[in-house]
């Protein structure tokens, strides 16, 4: 092998590990575009006996059940975080839920019934995308706001608010899944 062949052969070495790392950033960036997620810096310690409810989330989609869904979704993903003592709060069938400021009465009425039920926290929320996009590919797309109410001040402790994308073979239970688990992520049991 002749010297210039050395040198060649040498910069083909350093450009493969260039071209691997070019293609992960590339990557990184693809996935990051699919969806976002924002919330609050403070998140409350909660024990894992701390009893939480779930409250209905208000539909704002024009998909029927969504709200239903994304409540049951959350109520699953706190109990995977630890959480032992997660109730589902009676439905209301006169209310979308208490997370509508137009319909603040009947949270009034769901904090009664956690401190009835002496539940220390109430997760609330609204379901603002739930559906597949129009066109070719179908992708999936669900955006959901939650809401975590300290039941005895009826104070928001924390709040976070993300959306998310699949590809057109993805399910939209499997988007929404994942973009529930992420958002509530920080709602783990400590120790």
Known sequence: MNTNDKHA????????PLRWLAAAAATVLL?????????TAATPALAANDPVAVVSLANFTETPAAGSS???IAAN?????GLTDVRVAPADA???AMFDTAQREIGEKKLAW?????VKYVLTGAVEEWRYKAGV????????????????SGQVVWSATGSRSGWSRSSLANVATSLIGKLL????AHA
């Open 185 to 188: 992520a920080p709602l783990r």
């Open 31 to 39: 996935l990051s575009a699919c969806g976002s997620i924002t919330q």
């Open 77 to 81: 993903v706190l109990r995977e975080n």
């Open 137 to 152: 590919d179908g992708e999936p797309v669900a955006g959901v706001t939650f809401e975590l109410v300290d039941v005895a």
């Open 70 to 72: 994304a409540t049951a």
């Open 9 to 16: 052969h040498a910069a083909q070495g350093r450009v493969r």
């Open 114 to 118: 956690a401190r009835e039920q002496h």
């Open 94 to 96: 006169a209310s979308n």
